[in-house]
């Protein structure tokens, strides 16, 4: 079936460093999605990308769809304590113009933010 | 508040017990999905609805997990003769067709 590796696994940064995380698939994916999780709770949707190469932004936050239609990353500038939390990439494929709707999720990268 | 909501948030039970969670998903969305995610872990999808069809089902949903949406609004899912493997977090979300989806806070079950 489809996997999505996430890397890295965790990061430990200090306040107002750059971060920069990225998943691949094994196979296509024709939408990936950006989600933040924070202990307890469900996902959260950062970001969605739905044309290969499309670059988009929300706010400190900037995710881009492969070309390849195989991989996306997501960057986050400038980090602040409260970006502190688990990241996970999900991507899933369309057929015949119709959404699947299963998303395959990535292992998740544990995100920890020093003052 | 309009996002989507699960009941209850956490659920202790003992092996062999059923237990059935409920989820309601934002108002206008006519798909509705359920997954299972372990500590570590990211979801994995069990099961979803469009309106009131149950679409797909995943291989994790063995026969003791039942999910419904009789009238395509609110969804349930049971699981019959619960085991400790089954302790996970349920989450539910929901989305307009071929939009992104949109997770409710999930049901942890731990089961003793």
């Known amino acids: 079936g489809q996997q999505l590796n996430q890397s890295p696994q965790s990061m430990f940064i200090q306040e107002g460093e750059d971060v920069s995380m990225n998943c691949t698939s094994s196979s296509i994916f024709n939408t990936w999605l950006w989600y933040k999780q924070d202990p307890g709770e469900g996902p959260v949707l950062l970001i969605a990308l739905y044309k290969a190469g499309e670059l988009t932004s929300n706010g400190r936050l900037t995710a881009q769809f492969g070309i390849t239609r195989k991989d996306s990353f997501l960057n986050i500038s400038a980090s602040i304590p409260s970006d502190v939390g688990i990241y996970f990439c999900?991507?899933?494929?369309?057929?015949?113009?119709?959404?699947?709707?299963?998303?395959?999720f990535g292992q998740g990268t544990i995100l920890t933010v020093h003052p | 508040d309009t996002g989507v909501s699960q009941d209850p948030r956490h659920k202790i039970t003992k092996r062999g017990q059923n237990v059935t969670f409920r989820c309601d998903p934002i108002?206008?969305?006519?798909?509705l999905y359920w997954y299972r995610q372990t500590l570590g872990q990211g979801p994995e999808f069990l099961t979803y609805?469009?309106?009131?069809?149950?679409?797909?089902k995943s291989r994790l949903l063995s026969d003791r997990f039942s999910a419904e949406r009789p009238k395509g609004s609110f969804s349930t899912l049971e699981i019959q003769r619960t085991e400790q493997g089954d302790s996970a977090m349920y989450l539910c979300a929901s989305s307009r067709v071929g939009d992104e989806q949109f997770f409710g806070p999930g049901t942890r079950l731990t089961v003793l």
């Open positions: 108002s206008e969305h006519n798909r």
């Open positions: 999900a991507g899933s494929s369309n057929a015949g113009g119709t959404s699947y709707g299963k998303l395959t």
């Open positions: 609805f469009q309106n009131e069809a149950q679409l797909e």
